[in-house]
């Protein structure tokens, strides 16, 4: 599914990534953790092709990078993040935002099928925002954005779908009930890619977690096995207790 090879990142002198090695096999669904600036969107960006190791390799969905068409293989690859939110227009309404999520186009240049009209509206009314479809983006909340990008994101069935902090900026409130929507979403067969800050948002359904410290794996393996006071500690660098309750882990921090 993804497979980072020995794979090194290097600019102006600086190693952003450094021998990274990991597997993503089918029916896992992965966390990424780590500090600011430890190079999470920056593999991300590679897993999306907009970016290319110094060296190694990096393969996605059965593709080779540097031997494929990577435009071929972001078809299969649905991306919620902050950048691609700022870039949506704020005008359209609700429902065509999410329309235009199937041929993954910004905004839609020539008139929908019915049926992706339909598929748009119904995959609202399922993360309950179906009464918003006729709306503009712009006079929606941001935990109602979020779910419409989620809605977006699905409309192309993607095999893979990565998600950059998608609740930042989310009240609890809104943060629940889009952690929510995205365990409703789980079982559509897309793998899950996501990047935190917050060890809380490792839902049931994420089966497996990778640690970066400073552009290195601090370690990788099941969320059991890597998210433990002692891992946290080295790499956020604080004291931590770790619970786990309604099977997600949360922290209490220490002096
Ligand atoms: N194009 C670039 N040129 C130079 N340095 C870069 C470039 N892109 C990223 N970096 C640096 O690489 C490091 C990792 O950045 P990255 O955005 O991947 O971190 P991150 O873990 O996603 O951080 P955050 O949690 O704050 O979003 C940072 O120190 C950043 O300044």
């Known amino acids: 599914m993804i497979a980072f090879d020995q794979v090194t990142w290097k600019r102006e002198n600086r190693t ?11 029916g896992e669904h992965w966390v990424i953790l780590g500090r600011n600036g430890s190079g999470k969107t ?11 190791p110094t060296s190694g390799t990096v393969q996605v969905l059965g593709e080779t990078y540097g031997q494929c068409d990577v435009r071929e293989v972001r078809k299969r690859i649905g991306y919620i993040s902050q950048s691609l939110m700022d870039k949506l227009a704020l005008r ?13 186009y910004l905004r839609l240049y020539q008139a929908v099928a019915e049926e992706t009209e339909h598929r748009a509206r119904s995959l609202l ?11 503009a983006l712009g006079t929606l ?20 779908l990565i998600l950059d902090e998608p609740c930042s900026g989310l009240d609890l409130y809104e943060r629940e009930r889009f952690l929510a929507d995205l365990q409703l979403m789980s079982d559509r067969g897309a793998q899950f890619l996501y990047v935190t800050h917050h060890i809380e948002e490792i839902m049931p359904l994420f089966t497996h ?8 794996i601090e370690a990788a ?3 059991h096995e890597v998210v433990t006071s002692d891992l946290i500690e080295r790499a956020y660098d604080v004291h931590a ?8 882990p949360w922290a209490k921090v220490r002096d």
């Open 16 to 26: 952003i990534l450094q021998n990274v090695t990991f597997t993503m096999n089918r």
């Open 42 to 52: 920056t593999m991300l960006e590679m897993i999306n092709g907009y970016l290319f």
């Open 92 to 104: 359209d309404p609700v429902w065509e935002v999410v329309a235009s999520g199937v041929h993954a």
């Open 125 to 135: 009314s399922e993360l309950r925002i179906g009464h918003l479809a006729d709306q």
């Open 141 to 160: 909340s941001q935990g109602e954005r979020k779910k419409v990008m989620l809605a977006r994101a699905m409309m192309a069935n993607p095999e893979l």
């Open 209 to 216: 977690v990778l640690l970066l410290g400073s552009g290195r």
């Open 221 to 223: 393996g099941t969320k």
């Open 241 to 248: 207790d770790l619970e786990w309750f309604n099977d997600r």
